[in-house]
């Protein structure tokens, strides 16, 4: 066995496999609580050996730690199907039970993991008519009814404005781009809010230093759809519906969005962390709570981003609707100035605030009397909301107008999270294995399904995935690699709430991120992701409040049917997964073990033989490092 490893060692490096993590269909993985194996760090940075005997000891570790792992493994009963019912079950979100619990006044329909009781493990089932989303960028305009939670008759009632963006044909539902949810179309309004902003066009958002825009109740993601043809992020957040979810139509367009609402809570966002926040008719009562939410916008914003406001049920019907209008308003300004902005424009029904780019302003106005927080204070996870000003002493108070107008962050910005060095050399490691990934997919998809629907051939690998998740992201760097690759999909990069908070600078990067604890559901629909990522996150997961069952039934309800999981983790844990893979109804389709560290040697091919038989190091033409991981694949066999 162990002269197994050492060839298996060479041959990787023969055949350039970088990065090899598993990959899966969509299913669900169920193993014994996490707390079995050690903890690791969350961090991309290999463990470098370049003592050959060092590795060949710990080749020697790793056989005897999975033998022991394989043949203690017990063969569980395969899971059951949810009811029908549960087809677009959304965990924590129980507003029946909240209701009894004693929650009010909007918050009975707010997130409440923590009373949400652990019912039977099963799979949540797609609903019977049921199809695979088209490819993207078909997929953004044109979806299956059938896949979203919403009836014909909850369609026709939704709205004139609605019906001009949506058309319902048959077992589709069209969204036409020239039309949109704010009276001239999509491509006016964006063009109007860039001319308030003093900017020639929207396309030159992003030069002003907008490169992430935070949408609070986004419709069906019209706008952001617009935005992200202008290579901008748009995130839709949007309150638990049971029917006719903004989110969920969103996400099956491929457009990035999630669960999330002002009612009590902060946002699961660090402070100074969107170059705009929009709101269309969000429904949300600015002015209440004492400001509140106003002030959660203020910390979500960067130093000089802009807050959009559209409230069309205030345009003009007579002589005196100005005057009531601006009776509205004078509430909202009069607590903007308090929390230093300005308002930069007005036009029709949209006001653009500006958030100030000077830190002592909160301080230094006599107006001011919202408290700063203490110094040092960021948003706890789904902390209450607090009506105290964040952020001001960050080192990361940078305006937007002065950061980089490319694409990377500046060395200065850089700085501000470490070294760069590192997120230069993350990149690398992640553009070598996402190379990998997409060679080993490739074949696989097209293999299963050499045509998918309103597919007349099969299509370039390039968008065979939209909405992907980096469930330990880390830096960010499959996110980045996935960018320079130019590949059409978008990343939710997810920072684990007890790792390091890396997500401040995933932000900065202008990607999108959540910061998350996977012992509780993850703030989305069913069947809303093409592809899982997650290195390290098992063995990470070591919480006494929750196993890998929990995780892995959860990755399989938010994971779309056809969906694929890559994970990359200590041996003992991959194998682990394999060896429960069966009780999941999973198969096993290729398997290869190697190790999650960089080994500098080299090799000729008659010095592989040698080595292999011989346990000694490789010597020869060929040389180099490599990073190896161990790996396996399995397939669904639903």
Known sequence: MLVGLIQIYCNIYRSLYVMIGVLALIAVFGSSPSKSFDSVTSTLVPEIYTNYR????????????LRTIVSGASRQRELGLCSKESENYVPCYNVTANTILGFKDGEESDRHCE???????????????????????????????????ITKDQFLSSGSMTKRIMLLEENQIAFHPEDGLIFDGVK?????IAEMLGLGSDSEFFQAGVRTVLDIGCGFGSFGAHLVSLKLMALCIAAYEATGSQVQVALERGLPAMIGNFISRQLPYPSLSYGMVHCAQCGIVWDKKEGMFLIEIDRLLKPGGYFVLTSPTSKPRGSSTSTKKRNMLTPLEQFT???????????DDTFIWQKTADAHCYSSNRKNDVSLCKEGYDAPYYGALVPCITGTSSNRWIP???????????????????????FFEDLQVWKLALKNYWSLLTPLIFSDHPKRPGDEDPLPPFNMLRNVMDMNAHYGGLNAAFLEEKKMVWVMNVVPVRARNTLPLILDRGFLGVLHDWCEPFPTYPRTYDMLHANGL???????????????????????????????????????????????????????VSRLRTVNFSCSEEDELSAASQLEPCSGVSSGSILMTEGAWWRIVD
């Open 115 to 149: 009373v949400s009781g652990q019912g039977n493990w099963c799979l949540v089932r797609p609903p019977k008519d049921y199809k695979i989303p088209l490819r993207w960028p078909a997929g953004r305009d044109v979806i299956w009814s059938g896949n979203v939670k």
């Open 188 to 192: 006016d309004y964006s063009r109007q």
């Open 54 to 65: 060092r590795l060949k000891e710990q080749a020697a570790v790793d056989y005897f730690e």
């Open 400 to 422: 937007i107008q002065n950061r980089s107008s490319s694409s990377d962050l500046s060395s200065v910005e850089l700085k501000v999270h470490g070294n760069p060095e590192d």
């Open 538 to 592: 098992l063995s990470h997961l070591t919480s006494e409040r929750c196993g890998l069952m929990e995780l892995f039934i959860e990755m399989d309800r938010i994971l779309r049917p056809e969906g694929w999981v890559v994970l990359s983790d200590k041996l003992g844990v991959i194998e682990l997964a394999r060896a429960h893979a069966t009780q999941i109804r999973w198969d096993a389709r290729h398997q290869k």
């Open 337 to 347: 100035e308090k929390i230093c902005w300005s308002l930069i424009a007005q036009q």
